[in-house]
């Protein structure tokens, strides 16, 4: 029987770590994901970076694709910044298509510096 796919959409701020986004993808219930979805314009960010050298996997994510995606959260930051009501949210749900949903809503790092939101979808 094959497995449902899931990733981990993450928002970032610039000061983000790869504390603060370990601690975000743990608290949204995914301590043991190893797939990251990002916005492009952060996917060359030090702490994602520093993740993808830990053996973490990164789909990066075009801007377009963000604003369509149908989230729990509303965060007028989010909006703001990247036309959508999560960023992390919206990351995952792009990243797996059509078909995806979300497991919950965004988790927030102690820190506030990243966030972290887990979707599955149907097998491929």
């Known amino acids: 029987m094959e497995r449902h796919p899931m990733i981990a959409g993450i928002g970032l701020r610039e000061a983000a770590s790869p504390a603060s986004i370990l601690d975000a993808l743990a608290r949204a219930g995914g ?23 830990l053996g973490y996997a990164v789909t990066s994510v075009p801007a377009e694709a963000l604003a369509p995606q149908p989230t729990l959260t509303d965060s007028p930051h989010a909006r703001a910044a990247m036309g959508t009501g999560s960023v992390a949210e919206a990351c995952a749900l792009a990243a797996l298509g059509p078909g995806a949903r979300l497991l919950g809503p965004r988790a927030i790092s102690a820190d506030r510096l990243a966030t972290a939101a887990i979707a599955t979808g149907d097998p491929a």
């Open 31 to 53: 301590a043991d994901l190893r797939r990251l979805a990002v916005p492009a314009v952060k996917a060359r960010h030090p702490a994602i970076a520093a993740l993808k050298g």
